[in-house]
């Protein structure tokens, strides 16, 4: 069997054997409980599971491991933020967040708050935080078919995101929550045995010596030892080292505000599971980070020069598959052609678990919060709701098919930054003023997520990320007047004072009021489900 023919073989498997799980979900799906948050009976070690599935997407497998390729000791850094960002998410939101919401965020701010600003305001920063994850992914999965199928030119990667737009939508409004919290749990598994196999092929290269890995890796590259320090790609200047803060700041925070992880601690039937939940995730999450430093740094020892060049090429993606590549025999090999290909189908089934989250955390925000509590007053039958839900289903996918064919160049793990950036700057704020400081208020809550999404995304649009830069979505225009490529430094704390502005300058007194409601309901537990059923 060719190289090409195993890996169409097998990817059609991890497409059939995912859609087999969201068909077997559907019939399942009986209400608007079971569709948005899978009847809550999923397990702590399920959820678990499946929150490592959402969480290590396509920015994780291609993208972390592509940038320790290329900037050694520098890239590994997006490791520590992704994992370090986990206690933040266990420690301020996970439980609270479960008692006191029902579906949504927007859920525990209004509360206690007027209703229609508030989610309207959660709404849209669920949708544009959404919209950036999953163009990281559309790339992601743009560049590793376009590499497997052996297709050239732009028009190829088109075609690839346009599939996985289409098998995404089908997930969502097909199995709903259950549907896709099986694919998660399923890819999860694949993706930590695929990379636990290369990871030791790699290492049986090196007698398990990682000074040697490192010290190949660090000849390889052509930077010497400067590949194993600080600095070589955030350390040149000063603005590189500022642009290194703003990184960390959204990277840390970013995971506490990201919809379709807020959405998990849902689908579990206790604030104690919930706790569990995000504990099962850190020791899978944290054990993946490790195999990506040996993806990383295998990718800069063991690829030949051509490989390498192909590797930043394509902005540090098809560092992983390449490297299976490798370690299976290299070109033209049987055990090369096999490796990549299960590597390959691994990393398509990453892309689709989490393209799914996604898409099921910002139609679930927009039929629940903008078509139910405020278009209909919360008057819409379940069913009405979750037809609404499949239709923004739809028209997400759309959105994020259009904007994902610019951008098929650029690095997925530096997308997603962006998308954390957007989360802190956005929902953060407004989710721990809302959980912790009685005078927070309704204006406070929609300044804290308007300004924290306008600034973020503004600056992105006026960053080198967008223009005036090689590697630009717009290389030939330059309005790059922001010189960082990540917002966080600045919008991040923009979110948090407005948050306080808005609160100061208004008064809400029935926000304070049910302030020790929500406090001891998120606290305790107490009449959260009572909540759940009404």
Same mark, same amino acid.
Do not use: C
């Given at each position: 069997m060719s190289s090409q023919t195993l890996t169409t073989v097998l990817f059609l498997a991890v497409v059939a054997v995912t859609i087999g799980i969201t068909v077997w979900a559907s019939r399942q799906t009986a209400g608007a409980a079971d569709y948005y948050a899978g009847g809550r009976g999923f397990t702590s070690f399920q959820n678990g599971l499946a929150i490592g599935g959402d969480y290590m997407s396509a920015a994780s497998f291609l993208g972390i491991s592509g940038i320790i390729a290329l900037s050694g000791y520098d890239g590994f850094l997006y490791s520590i933020g992704f994992l370090v960002a986990w206690l933040v998410a266990l420690l301020l939101v996970a439980?609270?967040?479960?008692?006191?919401?029902?579906?949504?965020?927007?859920?525990?701010?209004?509360?206690?708050?007027?209703?229609?600003?508030?989610?309207?305001?959660?709404?849209?920063?669920?949708?544009?935080?959404?919209?950036?994850?999953?163009?990281?992914?559309?790339?992601?999965?743009?560049?590793?078919?376009? +590499? *497997?199928?052996?297709?050239?030119?732009?028009?190829?990667?088109?075609?690839?995101?346009?599939?996985?737009?289409?098998?995404?939508?089908?997930?969502?409004?097909?199995?709903?929550?259950?549907?896709?919290?099986?694919?998660?749990?399923?890819?999860?598994?694949?993706?930590?045995?695929?990379?636990? +196999?290369?990871?030791?092929?790699?290492?049986?290269?090196?007698?398990?010596?990682?000074?040697?890995?490192?010290?190949? /890796?660090?000849?390889n590259s052509g930077q010497g030892q400067a590949f194993l320090e600080p600095g070589l790609k955030y350390g040149i200047d000063t603005t590189s080292k500022i642009d290194f803060l703003s990184l960390g700041l959204a990277l840390v925070l970013g995971t506490a505000g990201l919809p379709h992880i807020l959405i998990r601690f849902y689908t579990v039937p206790t604030a104690r599971d919930a706790r569990k939940s995000v504990l099962w995730a850190i020791a899978l999450i944290g054990t993946f980070y490790l195999f990506t430093l040996v993806l990383g740094f295998g990718a800069a020892a063991m690829l030949t020069d051509s490989k390498y060049a192909d590797v930043a090429a394509s902005g540090g993606n098809l560092a992983s598959v390449l490297l299976a590549e490798e370690v299976g025999g290299g070109d033209g090999s049987t055990g090369g052609a096999v490796l990549l290909a299960v590597i390959a189908a691994v990393a398509f089934a990453t892309i689709l678990a989490v393209?799914?989250? *996604?898409?099921?955390?910002?139609?679930?925000?927009?039929?629940?919060?903008?078509?139910?509590?405020?278009?209909?007053?919360?008057?819409?039958?379940?069913?009405?709701?979750?037809?609404?839900?499949?239709?923004?289903?739809?028209?997400?996918?759309?959105? /994020?098919?259009?904007?994902?064919?610019?951008?098929?160049? *650029?690095?997925?793990?530096?997308?997603?930054?962006? /998308?954390? /950036?957007?989360?802190?700057?956005?929902?953060?704020?407004?989710?721990?003023?809302?959980?912790?400081?009685?005078?927070?208020?309704?204006?406070?809550?929609?300044?804290?997520?308007?300004?924290?999404?306008?600034?973020?995304?503004?600056?992105?649009?006026?960053?080198?990320?967008?223009?005036?830069?090689?590697?630009?979505?717009?290389?030939?225009?330059?309005?790059?007047?922001?010189?960082?490529?990540?917002?966080?430094?600045?919008?991040?704390?923009?979110?948090?004072?407005?948050?306080?502005?808005?609160?100061?300058?208004?008064?809400?007194?029935?926000?304070?009021?049910?302030?020790?409601? *929500?406090?001891?309901?998120?606290?305790?537990?107490?009449?959260?489900?009572?909540?759940?059923?009404?």
């Open positions: 439980e609270m967040l479960r008692n006191a919401g029902r579906f949504t965020m927007a859920d525990q701010l209004a509360y206690r708050m007027r209703q229609k600003p508030v989610r309207q305001a959660a709404a849209t920063s669920t949708v544009v935080v959404s919209i950036f994850y999953l163009l990281a992914q559309m790339v992601g999965a743009g560049a590793l078919v376009s +590499l *497997l199928l052996d297709v050239e030119g732009d028009a190829a990667k088109n075609l690839t995101i346009l599939a996985v737009g289409a098998l995404m939508i089908f997930y969502v409004t097909v199995g709903g929550m259950k549907g896709t919290t099986w694919v998660q749990i399923v890819k999860a598994f694949l993706l930590m045995t695929g990379s636990a +196999l290369i990871v030791v092929l790699v290492l049986i290269k090196f007698d398990f010596n990682i000074s040697d890995l490192l010290g190949t /890796a660090a000849s393209v799914a989250g *996604l898409t099921l955390a910002s139609s679930t925000s927009v039929a629940h919060d903008i078509y139910n509590n405020v278009t209909k007053q919360g008057q819409a039958t379940e069913q009405q709701e979750i037809k609404v839900a499949r239709i923004a289903a739809f028209v997400i996918g759309g959105v /994020a098919i259009l904007l994902a064919i610019p951008a098929k160049n *650029l690095n997925v793990a530096f997308l997603v930054a962006l /998308a954390f /950036a957007v989360a802190a700057s956005a929902n953060l704020p407004a989710i721990v003023y809302n959980m912790f400081w009685r005078g927070f208020n309704t204006r406070g809550a929609v300044w804290s997520i308007y300004g924290g999404l306008i600034s973020s995304v503004g600056l992105v649009f006026f960053s080198p990320v967008v223009s005036g830069s090689p590697t630009a979505l717009f290389t030939d225009s330059d309005w790059s007047y922001f010189p960082l490529s990540n917002p966080g430094i600045i919008s991040i704390p923009l979110g948090f004072f407005l948050g306080w502005l808005g609160s100061v300058t208004s008064s809400e007194p029935e926000a304070a009021e049910r302030y020790t409601e *929500l406090e001891v309901r998120a606290l305790t537990g107490a009449g959260s489900e009572k909540a759940v059923q009404h």
